[in-house]
């Protein structure tokens, strides 16, 4: 999705604009600019395509100077071109853009009246022209503050002027934004990955909220124009988790991580002496607890999915699992005696941010499950249960989904504990096998080879299915998610018993079809489905655990055998050969796997 970069200082600001759009690449774009200040006069240089294709343009046209603003595009308003890349420019000042202004259309009618001319197809451009128009008429923060008011919409902005040449003001409302201080010169990022180059020392703005950055001093200001104080934050330095080392994929890697993920993750909340949840700080009363709506989007809802069917079998709360964009625009009834859950690997999630703000305004208790801890849904969030599975880069979530999964489930047990919903016996057991997981997640990985050979059927197909029951079927949607955004076929995923009552008319001779029938309750009514699908010419991989019990069924094309384990930690076993069924389709495709066409890593805007 969008990103920003900007930089005052006293330094030349394009090769270090640069730089940081490369930090950015990872969140998918389509095109790419820079702006910068240069002898009074505002230059931009900007293109669709790579930052490598604008690092090129760059070299053509020397546009260096000490402030810039610089920018990647995920298209919304616009196709992706030349013309609509960020930044765009008039005489007077340069804009870069996250967000949709949904009021352009209104705005740009009226401007075109005044007489300005648009170049572009982007709602961004009314921007340009209406910080023109204030411009003539009010001195700077004035004319920003009457330009702020008249958009609608969501926005993270940079902007430079011609005739405040030191200065950067960015503006917040809906989409994240993050201000970075450094020796001299001073930053503007629309997250802390895009400026950690150069700085750890962040502050961020909140919604309404703009600044003005000079290279020796950075000021907030409210809605209201009235100056506020920000705490300055300290980020960590993990500038080596960000390497790909070895690996061709950022994605092969994070699969891979997977076992150590699990292991820190486990030792970030269990007691190894007294082999206890150690969930600190818990703000609230678990009897004050009798419902939970999980809320997230994509693979994080995934997850929610999952972690519904662990609560509903461990506790007597009653659970129900939304997705955010649906969740924020319903007529929701919400309760205090709720326990709202929002997953998100980014925490910059448009819609689940505003589901989450939809319940904060309302006084509801608000829990946030996510990797990036200073993101913006675990800063607005009463209480953060971190997954500490490190960054993420590739756009498919793998091992931030394992994660999820993990702090779902031991969120789960430390509830149904406290409730008095399991044993002590029963807790202490779950809690050991939830320590060994970590070697038989490490043992599935080495079904690696096999997986590779099967992704040919895979890969070639026209379409295909994933089906389970129980906590297995949302890992079949999962399956069929990781397979269409990376390897562009169409997949779907579907509760194995829901066959009959449509789907099935779509089976064909030869279809690939990815069961998922672990040995648990569901077992014989899923295999049933399976020989359902072989009879009408399927070609069957059977994802299953070990056991004692044969698979006692004919036909199958594969089957695969994840670890044996505690049943409820089957839906994280079972994630992994999908995971790499995904990667080695789109890896015999040629596909660019980190970066799928049309996604975003990050998707702020709703
Ligand atoms: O950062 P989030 O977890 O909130 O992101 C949610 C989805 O956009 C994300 O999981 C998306 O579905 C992934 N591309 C799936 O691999």
């Given at each position: 999705m969008c990103g920003i970069v900007g930089i005052t200082g006293k330094k030349q600001v394009t090769s270090e604009?640069?730089?940081?759009?490369?930090?950015?690449?990872?969140?998918?774009?389509?095109?790419?600019?820079?702006?910068?200040?240069?002898?009074?006069?505002?230059?931009?240089?900007?293109?669709?395509?790579?930052?490598?294709?604008?690092?090129?343009?760059?070299?053509?046209?020397?546009?260096?100077?000490?402030?810039?603003?610089?920018?990647?595009?995920?298209?919304?308003?616009?196709?992706?071109s030349d013309i609509n890349a960020h930044p765009h420019s008039s005489k007077e000042v340069s804009v870069v853009h996250n967000g949709i202004i949904e009021n352009s259309m209104l705005l740009k009618k009226d401007l075109l009246k005044k007489g300005y001319n648009f170049k572009s197809q982007t709602d961004t451009e009314v921007i340009v022209h209406l910080m023109s128009e204030y411009l003539k008429r009010y001195k700077i923060k004035n004319a920003v503050m009457k330009m702020l008011n008249s958009l609608q919409g969501s926005y993270a902005l940079g902007m430079i002027f011609k005739d405040h040449p030191n200065i950067i003001i960015g503006a917040r409302r809906g989409s994240p934004l993050a201000v970075g201080y450094g020796p001299g010169e001073n930053y503007l990022g629309s997250d802390s990955y895009a400026l950690k180059s150069m700085t750890n020392k962040i502050s961020y703005l909140n919604d309404g909220e703009f600044c003005i950055i000079n290279n020796d001093q950075v000021e907030f200001f409210?809605?209201?124009?009235?100056?506020?104080?920000?705490?300055?934050?300290?980020?960590?330095?993990?500038?080596?988790?960000?390497?790909?080392?070895?690996?061709?994929?950022?994605?092969?890697?994070?699969?891979?991580?997977?076992?150590?993920?699990?292991?820190?993750?486990?030792?970030?909340?269990?007691?190894?002496?007294?082999?206890?949840?150690?969930?600190?700080?818990?703000?609230?009363?678990?009897?004050?607890?009798?419902?939970?709506?999980?809320?997230?989007?994509?693979?994080?809802?995934?997850?929610?999915?999952?972690?519904?069917?662990?609560?509903?079998?461990?506790?007597?709360?009653?659970?129900?699992?939304?997705?955010?964009?649906?969740?924020?625009?319903?007529?929701?009834?919400?309760?205090?005696?709720?326990?709202?859950?929002?997953?998100?690997?980014?925490?910059?999630t448009a819609d689940t941010y505003a589901a989450l703000d939809l319940c904060k305004k309302n006084g509801m208790k608000t829990c946030a499950i996510v990797n990036v801890i200073e993101s913006s849904i675990a800063r607005d969030s009463d209480f953060v249960l971190p997954i500490y599975c490190g960054p993420e880069i590739g756009v498919a979530s793998t091992k931030a989904f394992l994660a999820q999964l993990l702090v779902l489930y031991i969120l789960t047990l430390k509830l149904s504990f406290l409730k008095k919903n399991i044993d002590e016996q029963t807790y202490k057991q779950k809690i050991k096998d939830l320590k060994n997981l970590h070697s038989q997640v490490e043992k599935t990985l080495l079904l690696e080879n096999?997986?590779?050979?099967?992704?040919?059927?895979?890969?070639?197909?026209?379409?295909?299915?994933?089906?389970?029951?129980?906590?297995?079927?949302?890992?079949?949607?999962?399956?069929?998610?990781?397979?269409?955004?990376?390897?562009y076929v169409h997949a779907e995923g579907y509760p194995a018993g829901e066959m009959k009552h449509g789907p099935l008319a779509l089976i064909e001779d030869g279809m690939p079809v990815v069961v998922l029938a672990p040995k648990d309750s569901y077992y014989k009514k899923t295999i049933s489905n399976m020989q359902e699908v072989i009879a009408r010419g399927a070609k069957v991989l059977l994802v299953t655990n070990k056991s004692e019990d044969d698979v006692f069924s004919e036909n199958i094309w594969e089957t695969i055998e994840v670890e044996l384990s505690n049943s409820d930690l089957i839906p994280i076993l079972l994630t992994i050969p999908l995971q790499k069924l995904a990667y080695y389709s789109a890896l015999k495709k040629g596909f660019d796997i980190d970066k799928p066409r049309n996604l975003a890593k990050s998707v702020t805007v709703e």
């Open positions: 604009i640069l730089n940081s759009l490369k930090r950015l690449e990872y969140r998918g774009y389509d095109s790419a600019g820079i702006a910068t200040l240069n002898n009074d006069q505002i230059n931009e240089v900007k293109c669709e395509g790579r930052v490598d294709v604008l690092e090129k343009n760059l070299l053509k046209l020397d546009i260096n100077g000490n402030v810039g603003i610089g920018h990647v595009r995920w298209a919304t308003h616009g196709a992706p409210d809605e209201q124009g009235a100056k506020i104080n920000k705490k300055i934050l300290t980020l960590s330095s993990d500038e080596k988790k960000y390497d790909k080392g070895d690996y061709k994929h950022f994605m092969a890697k994070e699969i891979d991580e997977q076992p150590n993920v699990i292991k820190n993750c486990v030792n970030e909340y269990v007691d190894k002496i007294n082999n206890e949840i150690n969930i600190f700080n818990f703000p609230w009363n678990e009897k004050d607890i009798k419902n939970i709506i999980l809320i997230g989007c994509g693979t994080a809802y995934h997850s929610c999915l999952v972690a519904k069917y662990w609560f509903e079998e461990l506790t007597d709360l009653e659970v129900s699992v939304d997705i955010a964009s649906e969740f924020r625009y319903r007529k929701n009834r919400l309760k205090k005696e709720t326990l709202y859950i929002f997953l998100s690997q980014s925490g910059e096999k997986i590779n050979s099967i992704a040919n059927i895979f890969s070639d197909a026209k379409g295909c299915m994933f089906l389970g029951r129980g906590s297995s079927f949302p890992i079949a949607l999962e399956g069929a998610l990781k397979l269409k955004e990376l390897s």
